[in-house]
Structures are given as structure tokens and as C-alpha cells.
């Protein structure tokens, strides 16, 4: 699986994204652009559909109506060319039970056409980023969820997509861990990658997040940068007081 990236466009791109399940809208008319070389984080109470915006990204649902491109190749029908630009890492890390982890790892970098070699000098800094030296040649099944969650982290950076979309990184990480994934995701976005974030972590989008978008009811109510959405806040100083705001009233976008 290989892919180049068009040299022009967003990172990612939403266009009038609408997706419905029967009746009920779980985006509505959604447009959002992500820059290359940013960290995006997307926030939202549990409901708004940030996973299901997540899931179009990713290619796993279609929209009703809209368009999804990632690095300039549209997510269709024919979405390989776009997934193979990207990772994607869910909110409940899966493993398959009778492997080791360094036996997924090699087997998700056999996905994306990795040599042995390319994937041997792949994993050797992940493996020491995220400490995964003294469990991974157990057997998955045995994992902590903090465990699961370093090897599909690692699974997800071995390749050096372009862009990373993540449902919630730092769950059940220990603090050191945590530290290192905000650094890798920091070098990530000097390198030119791209990081899309969802998360109900307040403290991790106001540390690291270059922009923030705020999703409440299907609708996108603020974008911007953290001293943009609390110049547009006024009486209110931290992203949980703005957060709180924005979903509770629908206030309009911030641009």
C-alpha cells in the first residue's frame, strides 16, 4: 500500500460533510479544513459526533452528502490512495489476541509495504519512545489497556504517515508515556505531518494543540487558535470555561 501526497491542499478536508443514521443528523453540513504541519484538536460532549466525523476522515463511513479528501486524494469508493497517507488510531485500541506485539507490529508494517529492514529501524526508536521493551514479545492477550494502546501508537507511527488521526491518545497512558506522545506528535508537526486529535482531555488540547475546533449537536461552534477562542470568550480564561460555553449555548464559529 503507497500513496504520494499531492503537493498542494490541506491535510485534510471536510466540504458540506453531512451524515445521518435514519432521522437523527450526526453531522450536519460540516466543512473544516486541516492545515499540513499542525496539530488539530477536536472536542465536543460525548454525542456531538466527533467519532463519526473521525470515521469519515478515516474512510470507515461514507457521508450522505459532502466531500473528505486527505493530502489532495478524495476519501471514496476507491479510498486507498488517501488511506495509505494516513493512521488511524480508535478510542479502544484492538490487537489480535494470539499475536506478540512485535508480531502485529510486523505485520502492520507488511500492510504498508514495509521491507524488513525499514521495519526493524521503523520500530527500534518506538519501541524505546514508548517503552515497550519489556512486554512486547508477550502475547496481546495478556495487555493492560495502557499496553494495547502504546503498541497501536507504535503501529501507527511506523510508517511515517502524513497525517494521524487519533480518538482520545492518552487514555490509560502513564505520565511519562503521555509526555513522550506529546513530544512525538510536536516533532510530527515540525516534520510537516499533520495530527488530528479527538479528546475529552482538556489540559492536552490547550498544551499542544496549534488549533481547536469545538463540535456541539452535529455543528461546528468554534475554530481557532486558544488566544483566539478566548479573545471571542471575553469573561472566560481557560479552554474549560470556553468549552463549556460554547457547547452550552451554540455560539457561533470562530474563524
Not at 33 to 39: K, S
Not at 116 to 131: F, S, T
Not at 146 to 151: D, E, F, P, S
Amino acid at each position: 500500500m503507497s500513496a504520494e501526497p499531492s503537493s498542494v491542499g490541506p491535510a485534510i478536508e471536510l466540504v458540506g460533510v453531512r451524515k445521518c443514521y435514519g432521522r437523527q443528523v450526526a453531522v450536519a453540513d460540516l466543512s473544516l479544513t486541516i492545515r499540513r504541519g499542525e496539530i488539530f484538536a477536536f472536542l465536543g460532549p460525548n454525542g456531538a459526533g466527533k467519532t463519526t466525523t473521525i470515521k469519515m476522515i478515516a474512510g470507515l463511513l461514507r457521508p450522505n452528502t459532502g466531500r473528505v479528501t486527505v493530502c489532495g486524494h478524495e476519501m471514496n469508493m476507491n479510498g486507498t490512495p488517501a488511506k495509505a497517507l494516513m493512521s488511524y488510531v480508535p478510542d479502544q485500541p484492538f490487537l489480535y489476541d494470539k499475536l506478540t506485539g512485535r508480531e502485529f507490529l510486523d505485520f502492520v508494517g507488511q500492510m504498508y509495504d514495509m521491507t524488513g529492514e525499514q521495519r526493524r529501524d521503523a520500530l527500534k526508536p518506538l519501541i524505546e519512545r514508548l517503552a515497550l521493551g519489556e512486554f512486547l514479545d508477550r502475547l496481546t492477550e495478556t495487555y493492560s489497556h495502557g499496553m494495547k494502546q502504546r503498541v497501536v501508537l507504535a503501529a501507527a507511527l511506523m510508517h511515517d504517515p502524513e497525517v494521524l488521526v487519533i480518538d482520545e491518545p492518552m487514555v490509560g497512558l502513564d505520565p511519562r508515556t503521555a509526555r513522550s506522545v506529546k513530544d512525538a506528535f510536536r516533532e510530527r508537526a515540525r516534520a510537516g505531518r499533520t495530527v488530528f486529535m479527538s479528546t475529552h482531555t482538556l489540559e492536552v488540547a490547550e498544551a499542544i494543540a496549534d488549533r481547536i475546533g469545538i463540535l456541539n449537536a452535529g455543528q461546528l461552534v468554534a475554530l481557532g487558535t486558544l488566544d483566539e477562542l478566548k479573545a471571542r470568550a471575553t469573561r472566560e480564561h481557560s479552554l474549560e470555561d470556553i468549552f463549556l460555553r460554547m457547547t452550552e449555548t451554540g455560539d457561533e464559529t470562530v474563524v
